[in-house]
């Protein structure tokens, strides 16, 4: 079994800052991309962003340049660093990761609410 854990999200004004954190524990081999989602309310869950486990990095057009993401392969852990938060930022984010000969995961999500 795999798991993983989300922590970071939070409430924050507009301008500001969080840092989310996933962190997978269990049979893990290796894992392949690590991705964020996010799904605000009556809205689809949107692709946020992804990295490969060498560290190559995609993001939804909309979020470049403010939002981050990174990861530490010896912890199994993915990060996203997001910046200059604005109220349309108000979402669930969820983490997934690819797990090495075990398929897709889904973190529990962690609410971030950023207020005007």
């Known amino acids: 079994q795999v798991q993983l854990v989300e922590s970071g999200g939070g409430l924050v004004q507009a301008g500001g800052s969080l840092r989310l954190s996933c962190a997978a524990s269990?049979?893990?081999?290796?894992?392949?991309?690590m991705r964020w989602y996010r799904q605000a309310p009556g809205k689809q869950r949107e692709l946020v962003a992804t990295i490969t486990r060498g560290g190559g990095t995609n993001y939804a057009d909309s979020l470049k340049g403010r939002f981050f993401i990174s990861r530490d392969n010896a912890k199994n852990t993915v990060f996203l660093q997001m910046n200059s938060l604005e109220p349309e930022d108000t979402a669930v984010y969820y983490c997934?990761?690819?797990?090495?000969?075990?398929?897709?995961?889904w973190g529990q999500g962690t609410q971030v609410t950023v207020s005007s």
């Open positions: 997934n990761v690819q797990v090495s000969y075990r398929g897709d995961y």
């Open positions: 269990g049979s893990i081999f290796s894992i392949n991309d």
